[in-house]
């Protein structure tokens, strides 16, 4: 018995000894029920479901984390853009600022016969405004009324004055060697001689002065195969056609540049002596040879058009009949001096295409200034044997394509003519853009040569900015009519709108103010566009009837029974006195007789609402400058009035009541007049800019009143 239960525990201890060998031994693996698996160890790996659910989550935390980043990344870009496009803006507002608060002058016309101011100050408005883009771009055709373009504002206006640098700054610009080095002979009392002077005659050389005239325009970016002759601007980024051209055009420039020109005033580089001592002091000219063979002449304007040329046409071809349009921007090109034709005793500039620099008592009179031209009479009005010319104008071309739109039944939404045709507000001729030829580098018509120094070189000297959508002038209007409501919300709470003439509803306003509406008027100020009611891209649009949107089946007709629209167009910078169909009776007699608004007959021929300090050297230079032909209206330039050879020259200085009216020289006696004649509270200019990438738009304005 014991001996069994011996034998019983050795075989016990035995079969434990094996159990933990087998255990121990990797090379005798056990096998066990899972049971004891589960029992003995832990798991140590993932099922391929809990795999599967691991990787969907980390694949969503990636692309939530990508997402953030993405984000992170678009915000910086946009901050930065912003911030670029802030920083651009703020730069070109400033030197806006700076310039005009150097301005010589106030922003006062000359009314009488007072002595002029020593410089000038002029304010020219386009017939595109802020309200154009969306007024003639609005798309209703779906049922809900989009405005795909009404980021763009009013680009066309231009302004110009002359400044004094303040303090120890100095406008810098630059002049062909060579004349410096003929006005240091002429005080050394020798003859010049290229070969006496180092460096080449034609080299730009920089020079300074206190004063300066100062210009700022916005021009597009033109088509090159339509240079020189038929300038075009590129207008390919619109969107399916509704009436205005091909069909991914939108009537809009696709990119808008602001240029500066500083135009230095230094009158003391005029020669005094041999030929040009006959002119009064005329700046040289002289040929250059050019890379490729051709010969270009340097500092003298193109000739002017023969007199008995009855039909000068723009060619694009530098001494041709369009002399008098561009004939001085190959000059301008080659200098940045303030520089003027010179007139012979007859009134129009003399043979050779002589020149001078400009004093700032020159740049008072209109005819001085940059990009200032006289048009052939025979474009305009009267008679053409004593070859009248137009008083000064800018020398622009036709206006944005946008007021050509037409509706789908090929009613125009706007004037487009040549001149005399038809009645019309704004022609289709000198009211666009600054000629391409007086921007810097833009000139193909008088040098086609990227390696002179004073051709394609200078692309971008004069650039402020790129990708702007608007470059806006206005003056403050007093007397303006602004109109409100006071609608009342869900609520009962009283709400006020006000619609000033820069808003593209005020139209409606005015329509519901001369039908007894709700709308209510009110007169307190506000800035506004020169002639604002007649501008042809203007909320207004004229007072005829004129379509209210493209997509109209029905005139927009005024109903005034009790004759009270004079009340609403009728203000001190409006341009209107009178609503009448006859431009002649409905314009006032400023404009008009200062020659910035011409008629034939019953047809406006030329329209350049302008505000500018204006001179009084008209009415005492010898010469006729006013109405040629009693059918018509607006001064031009001649020497002859037709059907009246007994008329006095020069009535409204001559000491005689020739009208037996006023008196002496009284306000009627005046040949010319300044445009506007209300004296102005302030300019203000207003920038628009695009980042065209991300279409962010900004803008900001600066406010002049004057010294």
């Known amino acids: 018995m014991t001996q069994c239960k011996k034998n019983q525990s050795m075989m016990k201890q035995i079969a434990m000894n094996r159990d933990n060998h087998e255990q121990h031994d990797p090379m005798h693996p056990t096998q066990h029920s899972s049971t004891n698996i589960r029992d003995r160890a832990p798991r140590t790996g993932f099922t391929l479901v809990e795999m599967l659910v691991a990787m969907t989550v980390t694949l969503l935390m990636m692309a939530a984390l990508a997402r953030a980043f993405a984000y992170v990344g678009t915000q910086i870009q946009e901050s930065r853009a912003d911030t670029q496009l802030a920083t651009s803006l703020r730069d070109v507002t400033t030197k806006l600022q700076d310039d005009l608060g150097q301005c010589t002058v106030e922003l006062k016309p000359n009314t009488g016969l007072e002595e002029d101011q020593n410089g000038y100050f002029l304010y ?70 290229p070969a006496n002077f180092a460096g080449d005659p034609f080299d730009a050389v920089t020079i300074t002065s206190k004063y300066a005239e100062i210009i700022y325009f916005a021009s597009p970016e033109y088509a090159p195969g339509s240079l020189p002759a038929s300038p075009a601007y590129l207008d390919v980024d619109g969107d399916t056609d509704f009436g205005i051209g091909a069909a991914t055009q939108n009537g809009l420039p696709d990119r808008i540049k602001i240029h500066r020109r500083v135009l230095l005033i230094r009158p003391d580089l005029n020669l005094n002596t041999g030929l040009y001592a006959n002119y009064g002091g005329v700046l040289p000219q002289n040929n250059k040879t050019l890379a490729n063979g051709s010969t270009h002449h340097f500092m003298r304007a193109d000739d002017w058009p023969n007199a008995n040329a009855l039909t000068p046409t723009v060619t694009g071809t530098a001494n041709a009949a369009d002399g008098w349009l561009y004939g001085m921007a190959g000059v301008h090109q080659q200098c940045d001096l303030s520089v003027r034709r010179i007139l012979a005793e007859n009134g129009l500039p003399v043979s050779g295409g002589l020149i001078a620099a400009n004093s700032l008592a020159d740049l008072s009179k209109p005819h001085n200034r940059f990009a200032h031209v006289r048009a052939p009479g025979n474009l305009l009005a009267g008679s053409t044997n004593a070859y009248p010319t137009s008083m000064p104008v800018l020398a622009l071309g036709g206006p944005a394509t946008i007021l050509s739109a037409v509706t789908p039944d090929s009613t125009r939404l706007a004037p487009v003519n040549t001149p005399t045709t038809a009645t019309i507000v704004t022609p289709h001729w000198l009211s666009g853009f600054i000629r391409p ?52 919300d869900a609520n009962g709470t009283v709400m006020q709108e006000t619609v000033g003439p820069g808003d593209a509803g005020y139209r409606n306003a005015v329509q519901a103010w001369l039908n007894n509406n709700v709308v209510t008027k009110r007169e307190n100020g506000a800035f506004v566009d020169l002639a604002y009611p007649v501008l042809a891209g203007g909320a207004m649009r004229g007072w005829q009837p004129r379509r209210l949107d493209r997509r109209s089946n029905s005139d927009f007709v005024f109903t005034d029974p009790q004759n009270r629209m004079s009340g609403v167009v009728v203000s001190d910078f409006s341009g209107i006195r009178a609503v009448t169909a006859d431009p002649r009776t409905a314009y006032q007699n400023a404009l008009l007789r200062s020659g910035r608004m011409v008629t034939s007959g019953q047809n406006v021929v030329l329209f350049q609402p302008a505000f500018d300090t204006y001179t009084s050297a008209y009415e005492k230079d010898g010469f006729y400058q006013g109405m040629v032909n009693p059918n018509s209206r607006g001064s031009l330039w001649t020497t002859f009035i037709q059907g009246n050879d007994t008329v006095t020259v020069d009535r409204g200085a001559n000491g005689l009541d020739d009208d037996l009216q006023f008196g002496v020289d009284d306000f009627n006696e005046r040949e010319t007049l300044a445009p506007f004649l209300n004296q102005a509270e302030a300019v203000r200019v207003t920038v628009r800019l695009e980042n065209p990438s991300l279409r962010f738009v900004r803008q900001a304005s600066v406010e002049y009143r004057g010294k």
């Open 437 to 488: 030829e007086f921007v810097l580098g833009n000139d193909l018509t008088h040098i086609n040569d990227p390696n002179d120094n004073w051709g394609l070189q200078r692309i971008g000297e004069d650039l402020v900015t790129n990708n702007a959508l608007g470059f806006d002038v206005q003056i403050f209007d007093p007397s303006v009519a602004i109109l409100s409501d006071n609608p009342a």
């Open 124 to 193: 020219y408005e386009g017939p595109v405004t802020d309200a154009t883009s969306s007024l003639f771009r609005a798309d209703n055709s779906s049922g809900t009324l989009q405005l795909k373009d009404a980021r763009y504002g009013d680009f066309d206006d231009y302004i110009a004055f002359t400044a004094v640098a303040k303090g120890s700054q100095w406008f810098r610009g630059k002049v062909p060697r060579y004349i410096l080095n003929r006005k240091t002979a002429e005080l050394a009392g020798d003859a010049y001689d």
